[in-house]
Structure formats: C-alpha cells, structure tokens
C-alpha cells in the first residue's frame, strides 16, 4: 500500500463502535469536532450488546460502591429523557427471600437514599400484587427506578446523531497498526475487512474505546493497561415473565438480576475470571446454565417452565487500577488513561471501565480531555440533548401520526425506532408485511435498516430491528431477510453464504439449552432450511462446530 | 447438567415453534385479509400482547373461534383459547345492542316463543330486514330461525316427565337454547330415542344458555355466570343423582366442556368426563352391548355428514358418521372438513355476512354436487347456515336415528 502524505484528516480518531465509542464520537461531533469511529465488527457487538440490558438505577451498587450507584442514579434519570425510545421506566424490586438477611434491607436503602436512589420499601404482598411473577415466599421487597435499555438502539442512535453532526463511521474496519511520528502518534493503518484493503487515516487524537479489546489496542501503541477479563452468562428467556426488575437484596452475587427487555426477559449473570487470549470465543458451560436458572428460580419461580430461547456470554472490561499490577485491586468505575501524561505517547487515550449505564458519562469525560488540549471551550449537551428518535415529546402519539391505521409492525417499529419510525415507509401491503413474525418487523423497518443504518449482513441487520431474535430464532425470517438484503447488494451468493451465518450464529445461543421446545424448533429449523430448502455451509461445517462468531 | 422438563404457559403459546400450520387450515385467512392469522394473533401477538398491551389487535374479533387451529396444531397449543382469551383480556370494545341481543339467546328465545308466529312472519319481511340491516348490523340476507310457538320444556312437562321414572337407566338431558325455542323437534327426538333404547330422560331444572354466544360478543360476566350455573346443576345430576349428562348440540357440548374451564376460568373437571354429546352416549352403549338397535325395513336416505368445527375439535365426529353407516338403507357420504362459515351469531353480523358465505362456499358447492336427500351434522347454527345456503334439508343424527329406528321393536329389545 502506498502512503500518501496526508495531513490531518480528523481531529479524532476513536477506535471501538460500542456505546462508550459511539457515544464519545456524538459528543465529539456535537461540540464542532471532525470524527472518524473505525469498528472491527458492528457496532455493539462487544460488552455493550452482551449484557442484562439493565438501566441500572445505581442501587445493586449502594452498598459496595457509593461513587458508582450515585454515577448510574444521574446517568439513569439522563437516559430516561435522551433516549426514551431505547428504555422502558419499569421499576425494579430487591427482593428478600427467606434464606436472605432481612437486615441488609435497612442498609440497603440507607445506602440507596445517600446515593440519591429513590428506594421505598414495599409490603410483600403488595410487591407481589404488582409483579405476580415474583416469588411468592418473599419476606421483603424495596421498589428502586431500574429500568430496561436496549443497547443496540442505544449505540444505533449515537452513531445516527454523530454522523448527522458530520462523523463518518467505519464498521468492519480493524485496526492494523499506529502510525507515529516522533512521540506523536498521528494516525491509524486500517484492514477493511470488506474490500480487504489496507488504508490510513491521520488524526490529532486517537481514542482508544475498545472494551476489553482495549489492553490489545493500547499494547500496539506501546502502552500497557492491566486487563482482568471477567466472563458473564446470561438466559434469555421466550416471553415477558416479569415486567418489573426483579433483583436479590443481598449483596451482589451470580443470576440475582431478571430484566425485561423488549419482548424477552434475560436472567444473568455468572462471573468468571478468563483469559484475555480466549475473550474472542465466549461460551456458555453447561454449570452456567445450572447456576442461572436454579438461582433464578428463586426470583421467579415461573422460570422454571419458562422456554429458554437463548444463552450468551460478555466479557466485562475489568481493569487494574496503575498501582497494583496485581489485579486484586480491581475498579468498576470509569477509567480515563491520557497517554501523554502516562506513556509519553501524545495524541492518545484510553477510555475503559464503566458500564453500559455510564457510556455518556465516559464519553463527555474523554471529549473533555480532548477539548481542553485543543483548547476548544465547548460544554457538553449530551445529557440533555436527546437522541434522534426520543425526539418527539409524546411517543403513544407518534404511531398515529404515522399511520392511521393501528397495525402491530407500525407499533413495533415505533417501539424500535422512536420518532425515526417516520423514516419507514408503510404505504402498502408490501411494506406493511412481515419479514419476522415473533418480532413483527416489516419489510419497509428491513429496507429502512439497509439503506441507512450500515447494515451489511444479517447479524447487523438483527441488531437494527430484532429479526430473528424472537422465539422462531431466524426459522420463518432468516430466508426473507437474506432475500431482501440480495437484492439490495445485488449478490445471491454472498447472501446465501451470510444466511448460513447467521443459522449457525443463532445455533450457537440455542445450543447451550438446546432441550424441549428449543431443540423442537431447531430440528425443524433444520429440516426447512437443511432438508427441504438444501441449504448447507460450503465447506463441510458441523453445526457443533460453528464458524467463529462474535456475538450472540 | 438440569433441563427443565416442561414448559408451562397459559394456553400452551410457548409449545407453539411456528410451524404456521394454523394458519394454513384457518378458514377465515383465504377470505379476509384483515385478519392476520392464528399464527400471528395467538401465540405471536401473546408474545407481544405480554410485552405491552397496547399490541393487543381488534382485528382479533373476525376469528370464528371454530379451533380448527388447535386441530390442526402438531404441538397442542390452545391457538383459539389464545385468542378469545386476548380479547376477553383486552378488547375495549362493550358489545352493541346488535352484540347483546344476539347473544342472549335464552332471553330472547323466551319472549319470542311467546310471539312465535308473529316474529317468525315480521322478521321475514323486506322492510323489516331493512331495518335490522340498518340499523342493528344483522345482515338482510340472513333468514333468522324461526321461533317455536312452544318451547321443549313445556312440551316436556306436559307429555313426557310423568312417564320418564319407568325406565332402568337415567339421563339428564342438556337440551340448550336451539331445542328449547327454535327447534323443539329435535328434543322430542332424542326424548324418544332414549327412551326406546330404556333411559328415561330428565331435565336438569333450569339450564341456562352454554353462553357459547356470550362469550363471542364480549359478555364474559354473563357467561361465567351462566358457567358457574350450569356446573352447578351437572353437579347435581352427576354427583347426587348419579345421571350422566347428555346434549344434542354439538356446540354446547363442546363449550361446557372445554371452554368453562378454558376461557371462563370455571372448574368442571368433577363432572367433564360425563358430560357426552348424544351420539357419542349412544354410540358407547352400543358399542359396550348395553343396548340394542332394531332399524325399520323399509328405510333409505342419502345423506351427507358435515363435522361441525367444534365436534372437529371434540375429535368426536367419529361416533356421529358410524351411527349413521350403521342404518340399513343409508347411502352416506363424507363431507370434506370444512367450516360453514356462520359461526354462532358471527355470520348474523353485517360486517361478516361476505366472509362468512365465502367461508363456506366450498362446502355448499360439494353438497350441491353430491345433492344428499338430507344433510345431517349435530349443530343448530350449520345447520341454518347450509339451508340458507343451499336447497338441502338439514337434519341431526338423533332426528335421522328416530326416523330410522323401529322404535317399538327397540324399546322391547332394551326393556
């Protein structure tokens, strides 16, 4: 490859298209900045799209970590109006069971108060009255403002506003190299892993916003960031069994937390020490899934015949704080490295730690740094302006301006898309019909995600709209979908190979539950798309061993 | 590691792995494209409905609740429970004064049975359907059946209960809205029948309607009292008397059966298994050699069997079309499983008269190939459904075997 001589494109560079990424490359564009977010895979793909999907209110923390419960209660009110069609205001219960300690509860919402968490205890019964999935042998029960949020409409909204404020956004880029000059690091080398090609980009910062992927990033500019991969497990469960967080008032422990997110609920989580060489390959163990659904059970009795459509793992981006190598000092709170001050390495920084929950937080504090170095005095609006589709003021109105007619996939996409749902044409029967049914995502919400929400396989286009994430698992959608996208990148061939993709991704989740109803609709699954269809990988891949796939 | 053993879910929905055979044999899919399927409207739209209430869809009313979903489902989910659970559940939607009067059928069988000739001949007037067309939404098309100048209860008290004591066996005879008001024949029928065969046939002592038709309008309250009522009564006679209860309707049967404790929340599992469709009765004690059947000579018809839906859902359809090949001098044909279309009171509404008629179009042109001398199934509704669509006299079983049967050589071989 040659290298012409540029100058500075960009003034930054973020390497990472999860919500810290998406969100730092919003707040960058909105205070005037030029932005280029480069992503090996899609967006949301790492921690930000494997995990509960809890907007947590802060209280799981109050006892432990006073400075992350009173961070998450700020970002948690912020959310709630920036991106209202990415959460939903369901409320969450601690609940104590008899084998629990009923006195942690008193310091569990003194904790609460002191952080600014709104946390009344409830009568049991009461409790119950209002989430009758609970346990019914609960001896006590804090109502706490939790909520739901859905990560990848989170991260999509950000990418969507920072590229309305002229950031230009690179999915399946990887990062090669760094470029240098003296102690300056100038610019990146980056595989485009669609064309195959190899080109540079120069900026005047470059912001690490990797994740867990970040200790690798940093380690190929030279510097080096103590990582503690800590694997979690989580179930997703086929329908609604609770729509109230159900949460243990203990302290915090594995599968204490059941979330209902949008038409599933998910119970996790299960925390494990891995190595940072296996974080690429997360697998649910069978012990895992004991673990979370006996644990579980004792939120929600009901899971125990519940159908379980799903398992998936996410790898928390734990980091060591700089004066213990060790690890054992471990923080969960917000780590900002600034390079230059740390490595001598001017130009670059290192945004890590923190939560889903604190993603703005992170992104304002790392736009911050770089403002100041560009002596640029521009306060950040993130936490009021909101986000492209909360924009309306009243979303049960925005599904009737749309359409007069009240059909459920006009419903859905608004539940989708908040007030961008307006972009979606719905004009006739064709628009209007279905490409997954357990979702009710239309064919105009598929064409809307491919021309323009960077859709470029069916994965991606899960992430946009839900097709294949409900029971079905890509059974009657899949085949649709990989038509509609054939024939809007005119090639049958790459969609097809995509299609067995994407089969084999979704049977990765199952096979870690794959008993009862699962195992029934995969082997029909199989015997559609299999026997009668006689679509089969191209090489001779077993579904056991599937192709390596990032996420579930 | 653990499996979980079962998954359990209200009406089964999660059983459902999209096989979309439902929505395949949905008789109303092919002729109305405003409702979205048993698919999509049962387990799917629970999916949803569960998420959040407003997923709940109103178009959810132009099922039939004829179950031939639930029939036709390989993994035994309730599709049809789903559904008229959802809209019990959610609908907004009070029902009309149309909704409430056809409905109450027992209410207005009484008052009009008081009137019968006068109603019978004013609701076939043009200007009269006019109005109803007008203004209540029933369609002018549709003859509406004629009420009977005396119901089957009085005809009952009067010439039958005095001798009823004599016989060696007992029934209570669950006759429902149709027999009493419209069609007292037919109880007369199976009255003579059962007696023949040397049952003697009780009353329960002031049944209410099965509250099938209550329960399609909307009026839950209604039918859960109606339910509550009547289980009381099969109680009664199962438990105390030791009498098993019988029915000649096919619908009837079917709802104190299956829909009380599915739809209406109403526990009849002490008394379920006694509760029998009258062929289905007959054709076990034949088969048990309780019983002896002594046929005329002289008799011969060509008939025609069609399975009402909810008789298709029961899985009883078998014990009506073997009684029937059972006569000397029958010619029976099969007809193909197909619905009627009319529903109940739904083929009544305005709004459904097309898509009821198409519903049913396959069935009328395959009887009108066949031309049968007589039609026969167990229920009241086809049966209006199929004479108003077609030149055919319909008959039910019972009334075919009363025709048939030597009636006094019968009730010396039984005696």
Known sequence: MNEPEKKTEYDVIIIGGGATGAGTARDCALRGLKVLLIERHDIATGATGRNHGLLHSGARYAVTDQESAQECIKENMILKKIARHCVEETDGFFLTLPEDDLGYQAKFVESCRAAGIDAKIVDPEEALRLEPSANPDIIGAVRVPDGSVDPFRLTSANIIDAKLHGARILVYHELVDFIFEADRMTGVKVLDHVSGEISSYYARFIVNAGGIWGAGIAKKAGATVNMFPAKGSLLIFGHRVNNIVLNRCRKPANADILVPGDTICVIGTTSTRVPYDEIDDMRVTPDEVDLLLSEGMKLSPQLAVTRIIRAYAGVRPLVAMDDDPSGRNISRGIVLLDHEERDGIKGFITITGGKLMTYRLMAEWTTDLICRKLGIDKPCVTATLPLPGSRSDRMEDISGKISSVHLNPVKASVGRHGDLAGQIAHKDDYDLSLVCECEDVSVGEVSYAIDNLDVNNLVDLRRRTRVGMGTCQGELCACRAAGMLAHAKECARDARKDLVNFMNERWKGMYPVSWGETLRENEYTLWVYAGVCGLTAEKSEKDSKVPETKED | ?415
């Not at chain 2, 399927?37 to 409905?49: C, F, N, S």
């Not at chain 2, 009952?156 to 008001?181: E, T």
């Open chain 2, 1 to 415: 590691m653990k499996m979980q053993e079962n998954n359990i879910s209200a009406n089964g929905f999660e059983q459902c792995i999209k096989c979309t055979v439902c929505t395949v044999y949905c008789p109303v899919v092919p002729v109305n494209p405003l409702y979205p399927g048993p698919k999509q409207a049962g387990p799917d739209g629970e999916r949803l409905r569960l998420k959040k209430g407003v997923f709940f869809d109103e178009s959810l009313k132009y099922c039939l609740n004829c179950k031939r979903c639930e029939v036709a489902c390989p993994s035994g989910v309730r599709i049809g429970d789903i559904i008229q659970s959802a809209r019990i559940k959610y609908s907004r939607h009070s029902p009309s004064l149309r909704d409430m009067i056809l409905a109450s059928t027992d209410l207005v069988g009484s008052t009009a049975t008081i009137a019968a000739p006068i109603v019978n001949s004013v609701v076939r007037l043009k200007p009269v359907k006019a109005v109803m067309d007008g203004v209540m939404k029933i369609d002018k098309h549709r003859t509406f059946p004629e009420y009977a100048s005396r119901t089957f209860e009085s005809w009952y008290r009067k010439h039958a209960r005095a001798s009823q004591d004599g016989y060696r066996n007992h029934l209570s005879y669950f006759h429902g809205c149709y027999v009493n008001y419209n069609f007292p024949k037919l109880g007369i029928d199976f009255v003579k029948v059962m007696n023949a065969l040397g049952y003697g046939v009780h009353l329960l002592g002031g049944e209410k309607c099965c509250g099938v038709a209550l329960i399609s309008n909307g009026m839950i309250n209604s039918a859960k009292k109606n339910a509550a009522h009547n289980v009381g009564l099969f109680k009664e006679s199962v438990e105390n008397r030791k009498y098993p209860v019988v029915a000649t309707s096919s619908t009837c049967t079917f709802t104190v059966r299956d829909e009380y404790p599915h739809l209406l929340g109403v526990d009849n599992s002490s008394v379920r298994d006694n509760i029998f469709l009258a062929t289905r009765f007959i054709y076990g004690l034949i088969d048990e050699g309780k019983v002896k059947l002594v046929f005329r000579k002289d008799y011969g018809r060509k008939i025609a069997y069609h399975t009402p839906c909810h008789l298709e859902k029961l899985g009883w359809g078998i014990f009506s079309t073997s009684l029937m090949k059972m006569i000397p001098g029958v010619t029976f044909s099969m007809l193909d499983s197909n619905c009627c279309g009319i529903a109940g009171t739904y083929g009544f509404k305005k709004e459904n008269y097309q898509v009821s008629q198409a519903i049913g179009k396959p069935l009328f042109d395959q009887i009108c190939s066949i031309a049968p001398d007589v039609v026969v199934t167990d229920c009241e509704t086809c049966k209006w459904q199929i004479e108003m669509s077609t030149p055919f006299k319909v008959m039910h079983p019972v009334s075919i075997l009363a025709e048939a049967l030597d009636l006094e050589a019968t009730a010396a071989a039984n005696r």
